[in-house]
């Protein structure tokens, strides 16, 4: 059981009253005693004299020794008259005479040699002592004297015997009222201390509730305390360092959240170990790059948790020397290319920020730079092969083909079908070039499709029917008019088209179609758009290919591309033209044969469909 300190208090307070009155007592009684017992000695003293005195007269009489009746008769005359008990006690111990006793037993009363009282005034002069007397058991004083005698006589002692029963009534009586008097003070420190140990420990029980209420993280009320004393002090002590811990609580905690937002917004990944390799912390943006919950993975070692050869090579050999480091990984499942920065942190101990990683997704940027090296080396080629072509012509002409006038000007043609095609590369790339850089302002004027479409079809027609292609157009003619550049449009129209023609054989059906694009869940009006199309039914592109047709360069099957005059360029900048008005652009397959391009426009006034550029438009 554990006691309150204002019971420890009262407790202790009463205890120590008790005690206080206890001892008081004692003493009071012990020296009221004493002064009884010294004041009922004296009394004996004076009686004892007085009695010695009356006894003179026989003992100094010229006449003759005194008789034991007449000894007999003086010690109860001198009894009556002191009020005491006489005895008269020769120095053998016999008693010579007794107030107490009647004459004729004076001779049997027992010798009293043993008496310490006579014992001692025998040997010094005058004894006294205090004991229950033999016959009544009432307790007495007894003071003997030697009696004054002529030289020559033998030593005789008297004894005054005075009953002690007034005293020891009246000691009771003091002790009783003593007694009443300690109880009576008693119970009035019983209030008292209560009362005190309660104005004691009231701001010592505040104190302690503030401080569990402060323990237990709650914001707390300053404590109300007039006292000037420590328990004053205390309290104020208290109220400051509650203030303190308050202030220093908000600005961690302001801390915490500046430091959770900045990790939270972060694109980069961010894992905090500590000096087991354990994790401490993790961001969102790591969440999603793994596939791992914050939770699941707090206290996890990064070894079981990512099983990542590379990344733990990385971060045993950061534990090891302390010093910062680099690497490039890439997930297995997912594929995605991650450049990892880790940096030492100075936490030694569990728990203690030891390193920090930060992983950088690069994917996109590899791949853009592997498109960029693909760029490169597709130019070269492209531009490689008609001068090959070319030089190869010219030395054949040089070495004496130019003398066969039949071969010659074939020679000369397959160099001019070569040099336009060198042409319409370089032209191409300009272009694309052109528009990628920025240099190509497209304008953005309401336009009506229809006759963007109409303007196409005509410019087209005669190499269509080249083919003997059908062409037809389904184009809604309540459509509302698009944000645009016509000239980029019918551009896009014709490469579309041109593609169409060229991939499609003899005698196929060309549609252009144009109509509202669905709505996108709840997409307002004003958000919709316009979905322009153009399908064949030709030689279709297959689904892993389509994907990738807009890339520069990129054909389907390269030779076919070639011979039919493609220079692998046409969707290319298209999709930059389309997304330059925040279109977009895709190929899915017409059914049941051939391709469907879809440009999705947005109407004029209207979002933009993709505000954003795709990577790929921008190599
Ligand atoms: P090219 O000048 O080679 O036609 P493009 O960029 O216009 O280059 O087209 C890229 C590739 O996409 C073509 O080489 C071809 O393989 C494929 N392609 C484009 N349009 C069509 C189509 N309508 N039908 C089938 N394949 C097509």
Not at 40 to 68: C, I, R
Not at 84 to 105: E, H, K, M, Q
Not at 162 to 177: F, G, Q, S, T, W
Not at 252 to 272: K, Y
């Amino acid at each position: 059981m554990t006691w309150s300190i204002r019971w420890k208090l009262t407790l202790g307070t009463l205890v120590a009253v008790a005690c206080g009155l206890l001892i008081a007592g004692v003493m009071t009684v012990q020296a009221l005693e004493q002064q009884y017992l010294a004041q009922f000695a004296d009394a004996l003293e004076a009686k004892t004299k007085l009695v010695e005195y009356g006894f003179q007269p026989l003992f100094h009489s010229s006449f003759s020794p005194p008789t034991p009746s007449s000894l007999q008769e003086t010690a109860r005359d001198l009894g009556n008259r002191s009020s005491a008990r006489v005895t008269l006690v020769a120095a053998d111990g016999t008693v010579l005479a007794d107030s107490a006793v009647r004459d004729a037993d004076v001779p049997a009363v027992e010798n009293h040699t043993s008496q310490p009282e006579i014992q001692q005034a025998f040997s010094t002069g005058q004894g006294e002592d205090i004991r229950p007397r033999h016959t009544t058991g009432e307790r007495t004083m007894y003071r003997a004297v030697l009696l004054r005698q002529p030289q020559e006589a033998a030593a005789i002692a008297v004894r005054v015997g005075l009953p002690m029963a007034i005293v020891d009534r009246e000691i009771a009586e003091l002790k009783r009222h003593l007694l009443l008097a300690l109880g009576v003070a008693f119970l009035v420190a019983l209030p008292l201390s209560v009362w005190l140990a309660h104005n004691i420990t009231r701001p010592l029980s505040d104190i302690a509730s503030a401080a569990r209420r402060l323990s237990s993280g709650h914001q707390t009320m300053p404590i109300r305390t007039t006292a000037q004393d420590e328990v004053g002090l205390l309290a104020t002590t208290l109220n400051d360092m509650a203030g303190q811990l308050h202030a220093k609580i908000d600005e961690l905690s302001e801390d915490r959240a500046q430091l959770l937002a900045v990790l939270t917004s972060m694109v980069e990944g961010v894992m905090v170990l500590d000096s087991r390799g354990h994790v401490l912390q993790i961001n969102p943006a790591l969440e999603r790059m793994f596939g791992i919950s914050r939770v699941e993975a707090r206290g996890r070692p990064c070894a079981e948790l990512f099983r990542h050869q590379q990344l733990n090579d990385l971060v045993t050999t950061i534990l090891r020397s302390r010093v910062p480091g680099e690497d490039e990984i890439v997930l297995p499942l997912t594929g995605r290319c991650l450049q990892i920065e880790a940096s030492p942190a100075g936490g030694e101990r569990e728990r203690e920020a030891c390193i920090v990683l930060v992983f950088h997704d690069i994917t996109e940027l590899r791949r853009l730079e592997k498109i960029r090296k693909d760029f490169v080396a597709n130019v070269s080629h492209e531009l490689r092969t008609p001068l090959t072509s070319i030089k190869g012509y010219v030395e054949a002409l040089l070495d004496g083909a130019k003398d066969d006038p039949v071969t010659s000007v074939k020679f000369l043609e397959i160099i001019l079908k070569q040099s336009d095609r060198l042409n319409l590369i370089i032209e191409d790339l300009l272009e694309l070039s052109k528009i990628e850089s920025g240099r190509v302002s497209l304008k953005e004027e309401p336009l009506e499709l229809r006759s963007a479409v109409d303007r196409t079809l005509s410019m087209i027609k005669p190499i269509a029917d080249k083919k003997r292609h059908r062409l037809v157009t389904s184009v809604d003619l309540s459509l509302p008019p698009v944000a645009g550049d016509e000239g980029r449009l019918v551009q896009v129209l014709t490469n579309l088209l041109d593609n169409a023609i060229k991939y499609t054989p003899e005698g196929g059906t060309i549609t252009v179609g144009a109509k509202l694009a669905p709505p996108i869940g709840n997409a307002e009006p004003a958000a919709r758009a316009i979905d322009l199309s153009v399908a064949d039914t030709g030689i279709g592109i297959p689904e892993e290919d389509r994907p990738r047709v807009f890339e520069r360069f990129y054909r389907v099957d390269k030779a076919r591309s070639r011979e039919l005059g493609g220079t692998g360029l046409g969707l290319a900048i298209v999709k930059h033209i389309v997304e330059g008005h925040g279109g977009q652009v895709w190929v899915e397959a017409n059914h049941p044969q051939g391709s469907r391009f879809v440009v999705r426009l947005p109407v004029s006034g209207g979002k933009r469909v993709s505000t954003q550029l795709s990577e790929t438009s921008k190599v």
